[in-house]
């Protein structure tokens, strides 16, 4: 019973969630469903009309048949355009919904709180983004008006019959029951069935992605036919899941079909006795035989949208997923003057999925103005401890905070500070465009002199040398250029940010040490003048020439205090 109200409440909420997406393309969805109603309405009509032609041709009708022949052409003309006007609806809301969704959930992500360890792979994110979306989407605005013009037509088509027949209409409606318990079985299955593949699909994007995100690396490695053996499981996983969705799906259309052809079978040779026995006409018989379609069709509709409806309602719950997302403090940026340092305070921090505390009661005064290499082994928390002052990490325990001696304020460490920070991180963290695309990056509004500065000082003159200069395309991580010159361009970015306090993640591990030591020398030069508060994580020697002080880091051990 408990889970079966907990999938109740599931439910509810995934169509709580499909109302509130559809805000804003309702107008157009329910023009798409009247227009769908007009359709089945001349579907109606069209079929009356066959019937009065039919009834004026062997003489049982009084009606003219030129009228009926006319009426016939215009309603048919109708109809096409009717169908033409829905599709091009259709097409136009689910553009508009699609993006709508998808700039929706994109902005939630972007906004989201930083896990430090994401615990969803990015090809999974993708994969909701596009083929979820999709799927809602179409579901909104093509599937959800067709379903609504389906119960339409079945309700008058039963009506229609009612009045010719009413036996066997009647007949007809009592075979519903065994199709709605047919029906919830059918659902309880195609769920579960429908979840394995969309988690197998995301898993095949995974691999996708990462393997040629990392291609140069798997091929050094000489991992590539392993690489492409895992594909190969995992989409012969996929091929074997809808193999068995399609045997299951198919065994069960099959089976609804059998009784629809019986049914068919019934009307006729009921319709043929009554015709027999003069109790109908030849117009009533062959209205008999239409209206069986227009009943037995939408409810073969309705099997078919019983998949749909299954998969899309997996897609919401994996969409309201990346939407329960937590989001960030979005307050106000606060920003500072100079004369800022940071402060410490009893800081300790555990990833989620972590047995260890990365930090434990760490405490340190970074002064204004300061210089300060932290160094220590790999695992320390040394870039946590940067993530941490950037706010996008929170401690489990302390607190971190901006201070000024001079004029006694304080602040703590929220994303309202970051305005006030400069960070250049470890690895290449250029993206796709042109160098002068990244560098404003840093600063939308820099002028060219202020680029050209940063430039200089981050010894990346060599961008000015390029044929295409600042207008030099970067491929994706900076492909085209050096690991040297992506960060330098890397480098540059940051110092065109307004920020006091630096924060310098390995920012010159891959420079030879000529230029390292130019672009420390020009780094350490530029904050002193401009009295910045600077922090480096390094193993360079070099650096620490320049350093005013030197924190170092220990790993810190499971069970240790």
């Given at each position: 019973m408990g889970s079966r109200l907990k999938r109740i409440i599931q439910t509810q909420n995934q169509l709580n969630w499909f109302v509130a997406t559809s805000r804003g393309i309702r107008l157009k969805t329910a023009i798409n469903i009247a227009v769908g109603l007009?359709?089945?309405?001349?579907?109606?009509?069209?079929?009356?009309?066959?019937?009065?032609?039919?009834?004026?041709?062997?003489?049982?009708?009084?009606?003219?048949?030129?009228?009926?022949?006319?009426l016939l052409a215009l309603i048919a003309i109708a109809n096409i355009t009717l169908g033409f006007a829905r599709r091009w609806i259709a097409a136009l809301l689910g553009v508009k919904s699609q993006n709508m969704m998808q700039r929706?959930?994109?902005?939630?992500?972007?906004?989201?709180?930083?896990?430090?360890?994401?615990?969803?792979?990015?090809?999974?994110?993708?994969?909701?983004?596009?083929?979820?979306?999709?799927?809602?989407?179409?579901?909104?605005?093509?599937?959800?008006?067709?379903?609504?013009?389906?119960?339409?037509?079945?309700?008058?088509?039963?009506?229609?019959?009612?009045?010719?027949?009413?036996?066997?209409?009647?007949?007809?409606?009592?075979?519903s029951p065994l199709f709605l318990a047919l029906s919830?079985?059918?659902?309880?299955k195609m769920r579960a069935i429908t979840l394995e593949i969309r988690t197998t699909d995301s898993s095949i994007q995974s691999i996708l992605q990462e393997s040629i995100q990392h291609r140069m690396l798997i091929k050094t490695l000489e991992y590539t036919q392993a690489t492409i053996d895992k594909l190969k499981t995992s989409q012969q996983k996929l091929q074997e899941q809808i193999r068995h969705r399609?045997?299951?799906?198919?065994?069960?259309?099959?089976i609804l079909s059998t009784g629809f052809s019986a049914g068919y079978i019934i009307t006729f040779i009921w319709g043929a006795y009554c015709l027999s026995r003069g109790t109908?006409?030849?117009?009533?018989?062959?209205?008999?035989?239409?209206?069986?379609?227009?009943?037995?069709?939408?409810?073969?509709?309705?099997?078919?949208?019983?998949?749909?409806?299954?998969?899309?309602?997996?897609?919401?719950a994996r969409m309201q997923e990346l939407e329960d997302t937590p989001i960030e403090d979005e307050s106000s940026p606060i920003h500072l003057d100079k004369g800022y340092g940071i402060r410490l305070n009893d800081?300790?921090?555990?990833?989620?999925?972590?047995?260890?505390?990365?930090?434990?009661?760490?405490?340190?005064?970074?002064?204004?103005?300061?210089?300060?290499?932290?160094?220590?082994?790999?695992?320390?928390?040394?870039?946590?401890?940067?993530?941490?002052?950037l706010a996008l990490l929170q401690p489990t325990s302390g607190n971190i905070e901006f201070y000024n001696p001079t004029n006694g304020e304080r602040h703590p460490a929220t994303p309202s500070m970051r305005c006030n920070l400069i960070y250049v991180p470890q690895g290449n963290t250029l993206l796709s465009g042109t160098i002068h695309d990244n560098l404003l990056l840093g600063n939308p509004q820099a002028t060219?002199?202020?680029?050209?500065?940063?430039?200089?000082?981050?010894?990346?003159?060599?961008?000015?040398?390029?044929?295409?200069?600042?207008?030099?395309?970067?491929?994706?991580?900076?492909?085209?250029?050096?690991?040297?010159?992506?960060?330098?361009?890397?480098?540059?970015?940051?110092?065109?940010?307004?920020?006091n306090i630096m924060l310098l993640d390995e920012a010159t591990s891959a420079l030879d040490p000529t230029t390292e030591q130019t672009v420390i020398y020009n780094i350490a030069h530029q904050a002193k003048i401009h009295g910045k508060t600077?922090?480096?994580?390094?193993?360079?020697?070099?650096?620490?020439?320049?350093?005013?002080?030197?924190?170092?880091?220990?790993?810190?051990?499971?069970?240790?205090?």
């Open positions: 007009t359709i089945v309405t001349l579907d109606f009509a069209f079929i009356w009309t066959t019937k009065m032609i039919v009834d004026s041709a062997t003489g049982q009708s009084t009606t003219p048949l030129t009228l009926g022949c006319i929706r959930i994109f902005s939630r992500l972007m906004h989201s709180v930083w896990q430090g360890r994401e615990k969803r792979h990015s090809g999974d994110v993708m994969n909701r983004l596009i083929s979820d979306a999709n799927e809602i989407t179409t579901t909104i605005t093509d599937t959800f008006p067709s379903f609504m013009c389906t119960l339409v037509r079945i309700v008058i088509a039963f009506s229609y019959l009612h009045y010719f027949d009413s036996r066997l209409a009647y007949t007809i409606i009592l075979a919830k079985l059918y659902i309880k399609t045997i299951f799906s198919s065994t069960s259309a099959m109908i006409s030849y117009g009533t018989l062959l209205a008999f035989t239409a209206l069986v379609g227009q009943i037995q069709g939408p409810i073969r509709d309705l099997t078919n949208y019983i998949p749909t409806l299954v998969s899309t309602l997996a897609a919401a800081i300790s921090y555990r990833y989620h999925d972590s047995e260890r505390d990365i930090l434990r009661h760490f405490s340190h005064d970074f002064a204004p103005g300061s210089t300060t290499a932290i160094i220590g082994e790999t695992g320390a928390g040394k870039t946590t401890l940067i993530r941490l002052i060219p002199e202020e680029i050209q500065h940063a430039i200089h000082t981050a010894c990346a003159d060599f961008i000015n040398e390029l044929p295409q200069g600042l207008d030099t395309p970067c491929g994706e991580g900076g492909t085209g250029l050096s690991e040297g010159q992506a960060q330098r361009i890397a480098i540059a970015r940051a110092l065109l940010r307004q920020g600077v922090l480096y994580i390094t193993h360079r020697p070099a650096v620490l020439e320049y350093c005013e002080a030197t924190v170092t880091l220990h790993k810190q051990r499971k069970g240790e205090q």
